[in-house]
C-alpha cells in the first residue's frame, strides 16, 4: 500500500522510493510483489510527463513567461492523476484486493 502512496509525496522522483519498496518486497508473497511492481509501473511511466511538464515550465519561462502556467498545469494535472490512481490502488490492496493500472506501461513484470 505504500508504494502506492508514495506518488503523491514524492511526485517526480516517486519512482525511486517505489523501486526501493519493490526490491526490498518483492519477496514476501507474489500480492505484495504484483503490488509493488503496479506502483513502479505507474511512477515510471509518470516520471515522462512530469519531465514534459517541467520542461514546458522552464522553457516557456523562458521564452515567454506569461505562458509558463502551461507546464505548471500539466505537472498538476499529472500529480492529480497519480493521486486518484494512487488512492484507487492503495485502497484496493489495503482490501487484499489485485490491481491493476489501466494507465501504466507494464515495465517490470
Not at 499529472?78 to 484496493?92: D, I, K, Q, S, Y
Request: with cysteine; hydrophobic share 60%; proline share 5%.
Amino acid at each position: 500500500m505504500v508504494a502506492h502512496l508514495v506518488g503523491v509525496v514524492f511526485a517526480c522522483t516517486a519512482w525511486l522510493p517505489s523501486l526501493v519498496v519493490y526490491l526490498v518486497a518483492k519477496g514476501r508473497s507474489p500480492f505484495v510483489r504484483h503490488h509493488a511492481a503496479e506502483a513502479l509501473n505507474l511512477q515510471l511511466t509518470l516520471f515522462f510527463p512530469y519531465v514534459v511538464g517541467a520542461g514546458l515550465f522552464v522553457g516557456l519561462g523562458f521564452s515567454s513567461p506569461d505562458l509558463a502556467w502551461i507546464g505548471t498545469a500539466v505537472t498538476v494535472a499529472v500529480w492529480l492523476v497519480c493521486l486518484v490512481f494512487g488512492t484507487l490502488a492503495a485502497t484496493a490492496a489495503a482490501r487484499d484486493s489485485w490491481y491493476r493500472y489501466p494507465i501504466a506501461f507494464h515495465l517490470v513484470k
